[in-house]
């Protein structure tokens, strides 16, 4: 057997499943999107069933749904059958999850939650089945094949369920004006934390250790302070302090050659005019994007009136766990 072969026939598979799931999107998603942000804006949560792999599914889309603003639980159908219907409150909505529509312990739960008069949204592959019938709004995940090889065990139909789930979060978080930093309040913990909620200020260096000096003088007063501060970089800056350009150590090593006598150069000839800057309020994640985008390691500081104060090495962010 060619096991690489064979993978990439399941993966293309899933592909075709994903691909039918997209070109048969209809009003039931713009429905599902309206019902679900309306829930939110009354107080309410997504609270999301399935049985056998849906439910797993399910506990994806729900914790992609609470992470990106949109409050969603997990209700198994036969524990809410007995007691645990209580997490269904009245200004809920429910997101019910089943290829086939057909599933008992599913369809059992259905009538409890309209007598309940909460809204039930489905993702099913079957539009004519008893869970589409039941449901206020039909979302349809239907595919051509699982990718088992007897078509029995649940795999495109799940991956295009998640997908779509993928798809409303996305949506959803778009629609509901949800940034960046709304993110970085639901993630206070590891890396995500960190880099989201940290900003310029907590990480740039400032006095000694932020190298500056006047336009004028010679690129070896720049080398001290740069060795002084042991950073990579040095601000130059007018009288009053506003940036007038930055020296690195990658300006050095690309003049060292071409220009004779260089430590003895005022610092002008050798410094870049106008470079990238940053500002206090900044957060960390942007410094890495900026950092990758423009391939560079050092970045200066400036308030609102150009003036410096501090600067940002790329070498410190590791030591900071947000690189």
Not at 289 to 303: C, R, S
């Amino acid at each position: 057997m060619d096991y690489l072969k064979r993978a990439k026939e399941v993966l293309d598979i899933e592909i075709a499943g994903i691909e039918k799931v997209k070109n048969s999107i209809d009003g039931g998603f713009t429905a599902a999107v309206d019902a679900i942000l309306s829930t939110v804006k009354n107080g309410g949560k997504v609270v999301v069933t399935g049985v056998g792999k849906n439910l797993h599914i399910g506990h994806k889309i729900a914790a992609t749904f609470t992470s990106t603003g949109t409050p969603s639980v997990v209700m198994h159908p036969i524990e809410a059958m007995h007691g645990d219907f209580g997490i269904l409150g009245d200004r809920d909505i429910l997101l019910a999850m089943s290829y086939s529509g057909a599933s008992d312990e599913l369809i059992a739960l259905l009538q409890p939650v309209k007598r309940k008069g909460v809204k039930i949204i489905a993702l099913t592959g079957e539009i004519d089945s008893p869970l589409a019938q039941h449901s206020d709004i039909v979302v349809s995940v239907k595919v051509d094949q699982e990718a088992c090889p007897f078509n029995m065990a649940p795999t495109t139909s799940t991956t295009a369920t998640l997908a779509i789930g993928d798809a409303l979060a996305m949506v959803l978080l778009e629609a509901r004006g949800f940034k960046i930093e709304d993110y970085a309040k639901l993630h206070p913990g590891g890396a995500i934390g960190r880099t989201l909620l940290l900003r310029v200020e907590d990480v740039m260096r400032t006095g000694a250790r932020c190298a500056t000096v006047c336009i004028g003088q010679r690129v070896r007063e720049a080398l001290i302070a740069m060795t002084g501060a042991k950073a990579g970089c040095v601000a130059i800056v007018e009288e009053d302090n506003t940036l007038a350009g930055i020296m690195t150590d990658g300006d050095l090593r690309r003049h060292l050659i071409a220009t004779p006598n260089l430590i003895e150069q005022p610092v002008e000839a050798v410094m870049t005019r106008n470079p990238i800057t940053l500002t206090k309020n900044m957060l960390a994640l942007e410094i890495l994007n900026i950092y990758e985008k423009h391939n560079i390691d050092d970045l200066i500081v400036v308030d609102g009136e150009n003036r410096v104060i501090g600067a940002v090495d790329i070498q410190d962010l590791p030591k900071l766990k947000i690189l």
